[in-house]
């Protein structure tokens, strides 16, 4: 066992100043982790917002099977689909002098479409009894994309 303290206290020294000299990370190693997380970002960010994009014209179609089946309902019970005067609100209030009107027949509120924009009931429809349609995130008829006009 060596019991000089000069040693000791020099391998005290070396151990301190390679501690201290690995304490953290240097300009350069911030700089190249600061480039890759962009890197990624710039990868992964587009790819994120189109999903957004597909989720709302997902929500957009199970509303309007939501309101497909109130309104089927609602014909059972009172023997016709809703006027387009009347529209969806007819589900929630009693429209006219009906009196085998049994709604509510939806749980809450008329929603607005993803994009804020209320859906356009008119019956008779172009091929069905009746259309739903949201006219997408532009808000005008027809387009492509997220601009695309969903319907029954």
């Not at 982790?33 to 960010?45: D, E, R, T």
């Not at 005008?140 to 029954?152: K, R, W």
Request: charge should be neutral; avoid cysteine; glycine fraction near 10%.
């Amino acid at each position: 066992m060596d019991r000089n303290p000069s040693k000791s206290l020099n391998s005290s020294k070396t151990t301190k100043h390679l501690a201290f000299k690995n304490n953290g990370f240097t300009l350069l190693e911030l700089l190249v982790v600061i480039v890759i997380i962009g890197l990624l970002a710039a990868y992964v960010g587009p790819k994120y917002f189109a999903q957004l994009g597909k989720s709302e014209i997902t929500v957009a179609k199970a509303q309007i099977g939501a309101f497909k089946k109130a309104l089927d309902t609602y014909r059972i019970d009172v023997g016709r689909y809703p006027t387009s005067e009347e529209g969806l609100a007819a589900l929630l209030n009693k429209a006219g002098e009906s009196t085998k009107w049994n709604g509510p027949y939806l749980d809450k509120e008329i929603p607005m479409d993803p994009w804020g924009n209320p859906y356009i009931y008119r019956t008779p429809g172009t091929n069905k009894d009746f259309d739903i349609t949201s006219y997408g995130k532009d808000g005008q008829p027809g387009g492509t994309g997220e601009d695309v006009d969903i319907t029954n």
